[in-house]
């Protein structure tokens, strides 16, 4: 009986390593693929298209004039053209 709790908590530990694994793997990706003119959605709701790519920043012009400088980490997301 322990040795088939033992077995499954061992398994969820694989599975929730696993998936933090992917996590951080897709969010990688996701930043490397960052380009200059990408619309992008932060984790804090905000919209905008990338003006400038640092080594660890972005800057983001939310509307005409109006510029943030951002975490790369702080992306959720890169718009395509039909989500706009």
């Given at each position: 009986m322990?040795?088939?709790?033992?077995a499954?908590l061992?398994a969820?530990i694989l599975l929730?390593?696993n998936?933090?694994?992917?996590r951080?793997?897709?969010?990688?990706?996701l930043?490397?693929?960052?380009?200059?003119g990408s619309?992008?959605?932060?984790?804090?709701?905000?919209k905008?298209?990338v003006?400038?790519i640092?080594?660890d920043?972005?800057?983001?012009e939310?509307?005409?004039g109006?510029?943030l400088?951002?975490?790369?980490?702080?992306?959720?997301?890169i718009?395509?053209?039909?989500?706009?």
């Amino acid at each position: 009986m322990d040795l088939i709790l033992l077995a499954v908590l061992a398994a969820m530990i694989l599975l929730l390593v696993n998936q933090n694994r992917k996590r951080k793997r897709d969010a990688a990706n996701l930043v490397e693929t960052l380009q200059v003119g990408s619309n992008v959605i932060l984790h804090a709701g905000i919209k905008g298209k990338v003006i400038a790519i640092g080594e660890d920043d972005l800057e983001i012009e939310t509307t005409p004039g109006t510029k943030l400088k951002v975490l790369k980490q702080a992306v959720r997301a890169i718009q395509t053209s039909e989500e706009n």
